[in-house]
């Protein structure tokens, strides 16, 4: 089914063979599609990838879809925001052409018993705190890009875990589409935007600070010429530590492709740090020394 849009909103469909048919048709006319995978709740993060794919691509799609599969049983999926109406009018005038917006039982029928696993990368850090989150993300994202066969898709690298697990899952099953990750957008004082900032009290919103000061942190030892990962790693955790209502589940430096933990700063590296702030679980990281998160994956 499709709804036409007015007064320059995309046009929603939620059938995914009529979706699939018109990227087809555009491809035949040799037009790049560009994809934009989302959960709705949009904000400038989104919004910067829309601006992206429409400046790359002769088309672009996006997708709003609050993936069931990737919430744990104590997770925020029901209280989670849905505010289509809203999102279609920030997408007014971006250059989006298509927006997907199909139902949880289109995506995930009755019987539904086929799942996406990568091994290794999806095991750790988010992996290990939030068992079975990154089955399900593989598992919609391999669905859409079957739905909605785009040239690009693009990603944040504020969830920089799992862009890499999704480079990851395209490299092996060389699928044709090529995956860009974005730079994280962040609110003037620093804070990484996320759809879950809405649930932070003003409080707690101040409180959510130390998240992208303890990464910058990182960045700034690193800097000045400190090479001892796990040092810099406690001084993340201190800082993290001295702020009241924040609860840390991990703050560490990795290695960029492969994820693994650092011990030595003898190359690029990312901080990661995830936190809770009061009820609401929040990641942040920064990239680095010279390292290029931009372009992966195969062109058709």
């Known amino acids: 089914m499709t709804e036409q849009g007015g007064n320059d909103l995309p046009e929603v469909v939620r059938d995914a063979g009529e979706w699939r048919a018109g990227v087809r048709r555009w491809q035949a006319a040799v ?11 949009l904000h400038a993060g989104h919004l910067s ?25 104590a997770e925020d999926f029901d209280r989670y925001p849905r505010h289509l109406d809203g999102d279609l009018n920030k997408l007014r005038g971006t250059g989006t052409d298509l927006v997907f917006v199909p139902a949880a039982d289109a995506m995930y029928p009755p019987g539904y018993a086929t799942y996406v696993e990568v091994e290794g990368l999806s095991r750790q850090w988010e992996g290990a705190s939030r068992p079975g989150h990154f089955r399900g993300v593989v598992t ?8 909605v066969p785009a040239d690009i898709a693009y990603f ?19 699928l044709p589409i090529e995956i860009r990750v974005l730079p994280i957008v962040r609110e003037p004082d620093g804070l990484a935007m ?19 000061q303890s990464v910058r942190l990182a960045a700034r030892l690193v800097g000045e010429g400190e090479r001892d990962a796990r040092r810099i790693a406690d001084r993340m955790r201190e800082l993290i530590a001295s ?10 430096l ?22 809770r702030v009061g009820a609401t679980r929040l990641i942040d990281n920064e990239v680095i020394g010279d390292y290029r998160l931009q372009t992966t994956g195969y062109r058709k």
């Open 31 to 41: 037009e790049t599609v560009g994809l934009v995978p989302t959960m709705g709740a």
């Open 140 to 147: 919609i994202v391999l669905k859409l890009f079957q739905s």
């Open 156 to 174: 944040g690298q504020k969830d920089y875990q799992q862009s890499i697990v999704i480079r990851r899952m395209v490299a092996d099953l060389q």
């Open 194 to 212: 996320s759809s879950r900032n809405a649930y932070l009290s003003p409080d707690d919103r101040r409180r959510a600070l130390v998240l992208s």
């Open 243 to 252: 702020t009241d209502g924040v609860a840390l589940d991990y703050a560490t």
């Open 254 to 275: 990795v290695d960029p492709d492969t994820l693994a933990e650092l011990t030595e700063i003898a190359g690029p590296a990312v901080a990661l740090v995830a936190a």
């Open 49 to 73: 990838l829309v601006a992206r794919s429409a400046s790359e691509c002769r088309r672009t799609v996006a997708t709003i879809f609050v993936n069931p599969a990737q919430f744990g049983p």
